[in-house]
């Protein structure tokens, strides 16, 4: 089979350097401009500089969102923000107004340039136009069935990239301006406010519509899709926390990898996908990939967003001589809890807590202060970034 | 003498009027192009025609569906067949570019995603492969005159229009109602209660449209780099077009959108204009 990328969000370095820690091939970040993510922390040119020299440190990819549709005003400094990022050596930008992906092209820039989702790319037609542009690669509608995957393939020979999992929009992505009408806030310029996840009244009799779509989840479809010809595997959330991008990436990245060396089981499929279902706070489902998702893949009435406290705390070190790991508490958990142990160079493990230690070595019986610093005697070696969660989906009942 | 003829010429507006009911065919005015949404091809119309059937001089075919890749192949082979009176195809989806420029047909294309026409650079760029694009509903009238000052060949105005501010690929109000066993309706009109917007929301086979329930009236806008003046009388009938045309008042149905109120998008600008 052949290579394929596990391409991962970061909204700020510390996720970049969990995604790439945690199995990512590659990194999609956004600088302070320019991004359809304007009001999450982003990079400036700086944090930029220093992300593309640890990705790149670790033989890694990283692709700026230069994906806003600009408006006049933002124009004036586009071509100088190109080639700061030139300048960087950042791998590709990922576009969809059609202004940026020309002045790359005239500017004669060394990055790539990837068309975004936001471009609605469907069919193999609209795809060779974007490829007479002097793109290499293209993201696909959400909406792409895989025979369209199959057909766009072989018609271009681009580089394919394919979000399999995270939140979807109700919408073709950049076909949507609810949010410009309800809130003033410009969804094409990164200032969705999410109106298709609100209610609304129908004129039909004490009738209130939703529309709230599930998340996307395509790891049952990976081995077809690799075979379709994908070249890259994109998961959503830039706006998420560490623990959901680590488990994400890691699930991601020990299924493709045993996909491609042909030893994964159907008990490994399921148990990976129940941690997928369990980290998110929305059911996920196929959604495009293989019809038009009905009413099952969509929310109504009475919806409950789960709050998942799973995430009980991250590794800082690991004292080997005194077998200590010095951990920073993120949930609540006490003696007696069973947790695990999850980092992308070992196998999860589960672990009793037996005894609680605080940063002065007094004995605790609970840890539930939000990042206060506790010790816990663990035999098996840990690393910096590993993690510690809550022990729910038992590994054994799936093999 | 010459002189002012040729600018009483340049005075007279040409109209691209979408047939959205078919009263609107019997409209009795001069320099108006019909653009008609087709079978299979168009979403958000309560009405659309056979391809083959449209045989009015000067029309347009309105392909506004993002087509999959069957789709866009069958649409090739549909327009081999079209009558010679069509002039041109108002599209947004780009592979609707490819096609007609390998079939060698002297068909006008004009480009009309109006979230995505939003900056002049852009425009001239898409100016490229095509005759003319749509100004975007989402700027404001001062964006709008920069685009239409700068760009490089004539543009198609939003002039009287019901704006889609939504197209979904999914069936959203036929899920609705499956969830709530509903009777089958593929038209509603629904309100989000915190700003009191109105949403028209038509659905077909191939999607869901929804439009905000004000039309938005650019009628006072005049520029000489204007190829048509478009008209989206969705829900209205003939005698609501001459209205339309005669410039009456209409403000019970219409606003003027984004023109005089700029969109944010970061948070921190937001709160800095309300303040």
Redesign the interface.
Known sequence: MPKVELLAPAGDLEKLKIACLYGADAIYCSGKKYGLRANANNFTIEELKEATKFVHELSKKIYITVNLIFHEEELTNLDDYLQDLDAIGVDAIIASDIIVLKRSKDLNLHFETHVSTQASILNDEAALFYKKLGVTRLVLAREAHLKDIQQIKKATGLELECFIHGAMCTSFSGRCVLSNYCTNRDSNRGGCAQICRWTFESSEANSVFSMTPKDLNLIEYIEAMIQSGVNSFKVEGRMRGIYYIATIILVYRRMIDKILNNNLTVGESKYYLAILNRCANRDSTPQFIDGIPGREQQYFLGRDELSNQDFLGIVLSYDEEKKLAIIEQRNYFKIDDEVEFFGPNHETFSYIVQEIFDENDKKIEIANHPKMIVKLKINYKLEKYDMMRIKVIDKQKFL | MVLVLVEEKMKINRYLITVTSDSILDLEVKNVNFLFPIQGYSVGFQKTYDIQKISKKNSYLYINR???????QQLKKDLENINPNIEGICFT???????VKSLNYPLKLIYMQN??T?????IN??LE?VDSVLIST??TKE?IM??LNQAKKPLVLPYFMLVD????????LN??Q???H?QPKRE????????K?N?LVIENDYGTV?Y?KKFIDYRFIQHPNILFYFIQPIGLEKEDVEKILAKEDLKGISDTG?LE?K?????KE?NLCQK
């Open positions: 993002i087509l999959d890749c069957e789709s866009i989806d780009l592979g609707v570019v490819q096609i979230h995505n939003t900056n002049s650079a852009s760029c898409y492969d989402d700027i964006e920069t685009i501010v939504m197209y979904s690929r999914r069936l959203l899920n609705f499956e969830e709530f509903l509603e009109v629904l309100t989000e209660p915190i700003s917007n949403f929804f905000a984004f109120k969109t944010y998008y970061r948070l937001e």
